[in-house]
């Protein structure tokens, strides 16, 4: 966010190369970074995943509690998403509760999986009215390098298929754990895909400094028929409506392809 | 609560719960200027849902860190009041509201010029005193004529419309109802002289075939509000006018 | 609360005036301003009024809850009283949680309506001890020209006049809503009356700039038959003994004078 | 817990439930000076109620932006420490607290000469350590001596007590079985040599007749805790002097 | 915490008077400062006590209160012990939440009532799983002075020596109050003794002056049966092991002689 | 859960629930270098703790008025992932969290040349990732690894292990089932060449004898923790170097 002198002269750069088709890192303008995911890092969540894209690196981690279910849906499971942008993953994050970088990024990543119906909430319910298991997902961004919403969404897809709840039975109205797990109830795999708006043309999967220099960014979610399942537009900037189109349909292909990363069949 | 299963006759597919047709918008009444201190302000009624914005400004950053050396720095935050709601909720700001103040900033950002002001700040406060559905479209409606109230220069007005699907249709400016119970609920906020979309979201899942559809029809909704923002302001303008001449009259 | 030359300069000439018995804005020093009030303006909310008392603007919304009763009186219904400032209302207002004057104002207009017994709170309980009725009053400023605390006791209670409760059964220990409403049982009228205090006399009814400039500022809430059910001293400077008796004669009369406006009998 | 009604005797309807008549304070003890590093400092025991107010400055005002130009900045922590009243609260300020800091600082705006020091703050901090009905007022009677011990020049002394309603009996001083149990409690702070109520507050409801009749006994007790309070500092200058000539004895 | 180069010099001074045995206020570098300690002064409190430690005074509370057990340890009483650093006590303590020093000051204390057993938490369970009496320890610091450790753990000691638990029965789930009380179950005696570190030399019990030049600081806790169950180390500074050695020495012989002020048999 | 008592061999009594020697520490693994934009990290995993230490810095400090004339001003925050442990909790610091980023920050100040640096500030910023017993100790060996690796110049590395007391033997490097099941837990800090103890901490009992045992125990853990930190900086110049190398022999 800084509007030095140098900020708009590399902004030029940045936009001038984007007119030529060309990215800083080389990348065609609808090229992704290299993902890498590994599941299961942190043996003591009942699920976990962490995210290397590019340089950005995202811990999704995921702990099943009991609790009450919503008094709207009372044999539903509850689903919540969290976001800590950690001060070691850049000088620019803070100690302190979630700003608003930190809650858009957990509620466009929790938009996109309760609109899928990723996981079956109704498979999640104990007593109703009364006990049902709440699914906290945690995005733990561990090293910031663009794209956060993107890599948070696959890598916390990736770490709910990793997902194990555990057994238990119900006696004189208390939950008892019992030996053995399940895997969580999954339905439904949404991918995100961040396009980045650059002297009026997209790119996909932003680096940092695409970011510091983008007019406008939109996120589109995309389940596992295609459909759209979550929007985001985000930053200073508008798009055009064709340029929306456009990356409804790259999005679609963008979103297969990551799909197979967490996705084994 | 059970819902009836009713075999429509023709006609009857095409009108919604409450009487409305498919790509029909609420009533929308809106005044400019309604506020005594704030330096914009403007009111909004759309359907159930009652919104007030009020816009300060431009005036000196505050902390003066924050400042911006090359243009003004714009402030929204988008707050409901306890009683907008059926459920009393806390007056301090939910997740939600924070989410809503950001996106709502970013709506304006394209339409103000901003570097006409460096090292100021202007605030936009949207109260949202009784809410209905849709309610970051209209508080983008009334706070687009606020900052216009406040002589801001505006590129353009931004209008906001939401569409979406329910019931297998898909239908323009949904109230809560229709949010709660339909398919896909799709914000949009245009700034019809730019031909640019500001803000965007989407709930819900829709083909890439009901997605374009339903984009389009909250354009639609986008222009028709246009039409409306105005004509208040120019009923402002007018009102205005007419005090002058009644002053000069008197004297 | 500026301490300017300027600020200085108006202090006196504002003092000057009120000697003359006169105010800026021609009222009499014992004038109130125009008052108009309407109910019913929040259909959502269970009760609401909308007060423009001068420019000053103040919108009270009630809500009822069900919660628990506090512990020393378990068959009573509760009572909260909340205010908000809310910036577009003043330059002055910030966003964020309740400053001072805030929470004065709200325990200023919760004395009265507590106080004169306002509200049959003992009408309330659903079931002793376990669950009885909340009553929200939700003070909320929409402009602010002085005199907040007069308008918001005079709205709150034409909102309390206009709230509906809805019918209920207790069935086995759950409340289920059921179709229709009564109303909220309203057993007294409290109306607080303020005096500003400038250059030694007595104005009522301040507006924003006297307020600015008074030496001390006092209500005095007045019940149906006349008694003093609230009263709050404010400001830096003090009253004499003298003036609080003459203030409260004056309180009287203009107490049944607003007490009409939102009392049909 | 039910009341039994026994008919009182002549004698007996002027005694209250601990034993004072009408118009009797509460026992009262004050010591002026007691902590070594505020600036000045009192405490006061009224009946079970202790109370410990300190004061520091007049100090550079921090931070910079809240001096005030041509006078000092009063400010005013009222607290209660979590184990003075029956159940523990928690020593996060509520909003009573809130609302008491408030009226209290403005109880001593108009006896101290703030206009001596610009730019300055003076920090009244008042800690509740038991609670027992009346602890705004003693408050107020320990944090004006406490202001006094710390050099601060003062118009006069602020004395503050209050008088109510308690079984249709106009009484002094109430404690805090006579405050909840009572018709009306009216706390008043009074700066004798001035003529000055600088605090009055009321809860409950009296008749025009009664309110003169309590505010006047209000004001008769506050002109006692005057006396007590002027005895206090003179205690604490004998103690002084004393010291200084003991050291100068002893040299 | 001054870095100036007043507060150099005056740090030069005191580490020369410390080299040559000797301490600002003529004690010997392993003399305590005269405590005094009174119990019972705040009587609404189950417990309290007051102490002076030279010019540093701490006054302790006690309250009991009846709450939900932790799920580890269903039939053990809450032991919570929370520090207040009002301002009244320095000018150098602010109002607002506790901050880094007032929790460390509230959980060293914990810790060594905690490790040493010395409430009998078992005692103090109603139901177990569902109720027991939590014991809430408050410290209270009504003026810094130095050596704030000791001063509130012997005044909590002496407190909790001093504190009665109302009598109770359960009647169909509900605790009763009855007339009469008993004493807190007391087992163990634990003291804590702090070391500063001036100029390579250990003294006890630091005064303010002290603190503000030390370069570390030691506190041991030491039992009735003179084990160590508590060590905290703080400040900038460092022990070497010898000085750990020679400072849990000394901790014994000074715990034993601080014991007996609130310990009587 | 109940725990049989069995009785055990010669050999048996000297081997932990997880079979190591009483002498002996968990599976160490140290990684150097692993995060692109702090100035300096490190990444360690002890036994199932998994930590990550990142340092920025230094830096101007912000706000300025926190600057210190003529050092640095060390800052750090401790800090625990909300799915690190059994139950989740909460992101927000506890009063644990705020205990040990001081003590842990007090660990390092003695190993910084905190004067090199006057009017700047280092931040430390300590994320547990997975929590097993002594996270405090792992996060010191690697925060001081990031301290190095950002290039800050140290007096030594801190080196930091825990010793403790279980079931009444003396062991190293509990876990989290021996220290909550355990009678002592005593971590300490320690820099190799200043024979400088920087952190020391204990929960439990332990008689005077059983203490220094104790004490001696954690720092020879300390000292084959500061070797492998040794090695880890190594192989993190190797790998720089090698890389420097390859960019040579590729140009």
Redo the contacts between chains.
Sequence with gaps: MTSSVVAKVKQRRMADLVSLGKRLDERGLMDYREAQVETGVVEKAEGSARIRLGKTEVLVGIKIGIGEPFSDVPNQGVLTVNAELVPLASPTFEPGPPGEDAIELARVVDRGIRESKAIDLENLCIEPGKKVFIVFIDLYVLNYDGNLIDASALAALAALLNTKVFNYEVKEGEVQIKPGYKSLPIRNYPIAITFAKINDKLVVDPQLEEEQVMDARLTMTIEKDEKVCALQKAGNGYFRIQQISEAAKIARQKAAELRKLVVKK | MPKKKVKKTANEKDIRHDGRKLNELRPIKIEVGV????DG?AYIEQG?N?I???V?GP?EAHPKHLA????TRLRC?Y?M????????RS??PS??D??L???IR?AF??SVFTEYYPRTSI?I?I?V????GGTRCASITAASLALADAGIPLRDLVSACAAGKVDGRIVLDLDDKEDKEGEAD?PLAY?SS???????????????EE??QT?NLA?EGCKQIYQLQKEALKAKYLEVKEAINKESEEQ
């Design positions: 506020l005594g201190n704030a302000s159930k009652k007030l914005a009020g300060y005036k911006l050396p090359d243009r935050r707050h009041a306890p009683f907008s709601v059926q459920e009393r007056p301090a997740r939600r924070i989410e103040s950001k996106v970013e950002e394209p605030d406060f109260e005193l009784q809410a209905d799709l700034m730019q031909n640019a979309i500001t803000l965007l979201q989407m709930d819900g899942m829709l083909t890439g997605f374009d984009m354009l």
